[in-house]
């Protein structure tokens, strides 16, 4: 069974750091593509960073570019978000989902991730 968990997420004061973690199972952890994606009230859900550890490939939004990085941990088969400089522009749920059907470099591209975690808040006060 494909499972997809993410943690990490919380309050924190503009300016400051979370780490989200999505742990996953069920899958060719490294030959698939892992993205967050976050979704902020009343805002369509969109693409914040993908990474495939088979392609050795990461791809980041233009509005966190800098400020988040995404990492891989194979022998945990977790995805990590760590996310600096934070803004109140930022506060959305935050996903992690995987393109299981996906060949090459991953993308963001919502509708090829097919499986979805549950969301993680991250709330960024002003």
């Known amino acids: 069974e494909v499972q997809l968990v993410e943690s990490g997420g919380g309050l924190v004061q503009a300016g400051g750091s979370l780490r989200l973690s999505c742990a996953t199972s069920?899958?060719?952890?490294?030959?698939?593509?892992i993205g967050w994606f976050r979704q902020a009230p009343g805002k369509d859900r969109e693409g914040v960073s993908c990474?495939?550890?088979?392609?050795?490939?990461?791809w980041y939004s233009d509005s966190v570019k800098g400020r988040f990085t995404i990492s891989s941990d194979t022998a945990a088969n977790t995805v990590y978000l760590q996310m600096n400089s934070l803004r109140p522009e930022d506060t959305a749920v935050y996903y992690c989902?995987?393109?299981?059907?996906?060949?090459?470099?991953?993308?963001?591209?919502?509708?090829?991730?097919?499986?979805w975690g549950q969301g993680t808040q991250v709330t960024v006060s002003s």
């Open positions: 990474t495939k550890v088979s392609n050795a490939n990461t």
């Open positions: 989902a995987a393109d299981l059907e996906g060949w090459g470099a991953c993308n963001p591209r919502i509708p090829e991730y097919l499986n």
């Open positions: 069920g899958f060719p952890f490294a030959d698939v593509a």
